[in-house]
């Protein structure tokens, strides 16, 4: 259910916000880890539901959000990492916001971390009691995959 949202709203974020066509969605719903792409965004959500949300672009992928996010302007090198790290989380962030009202309780009594940008990891694991679900999303310009960590029993 929770990955069904995440999912739903990524579509509607792309092609309804950004004008950028999905092509394809493959779905995980108990991946053992998590292969991060170039970009990635953590949210954690607490409260009634508790879970990490991770959201991950390829270069190709975040250099299109950004272009479209920026009006086409031209982004000068020495403020293009800050800018693809804002558009992660503002990326994220979006997502989750729409998906909220899908989650269990219409997301009453849910809490949400600010995003953080995670650079250097290529990969994330899970442990015995938790479970991730995820879907890669591919589009004309690149990939992205959006994923959740929850406890094994959700």
């Not at 999905?22 to 880890?33: K, L, P, Q």
């Not at 009202?101 to 994330?124: C, E, L, M, Q, Y």
């Amino acid at each position: 259910m929770i990955l069904d949202s995440l999912i739903l709203q990524s579509k509607l974020f792309f092609t309804e916000d950004m004008g950028i066509a999905i092509d394809n969605i493959a779905r995980e719903d108990d991946s053992i880890g998590l292969n991060l792409k170039s970009h990635t965004a953590m949210i954690g959500v607490g409260g009634e539901l508790n879970m990490m949300v991770v959201i991950s672009f390829d270069d190709t992928m975040l250099d299109k959000i950004v272009h479209v996010f920026m009006e086409g302007e031209d982004v000068a090198p020495e403020e293009e990492e800050e800018i693809k790290e804002s558009v992660t989380g503002e990326v994220i962030n979006t997502i989750i916001g729409l998906a909220l009202p899908t989650f269990p309780k219409r997301g009453k009594g849910v809490t949400i971390t600010p995003p953080i940008s995670v650079n250097d990891a290529s990969n994330i694991k899970k442990n015995k009691d938790s479970k991730i679900v995820s879907a890669n999303i591919r589009t004309h310009f690149g990939e992205l995959s959006i994923s959740a960590i929850i406890a094994k029993d959700v």
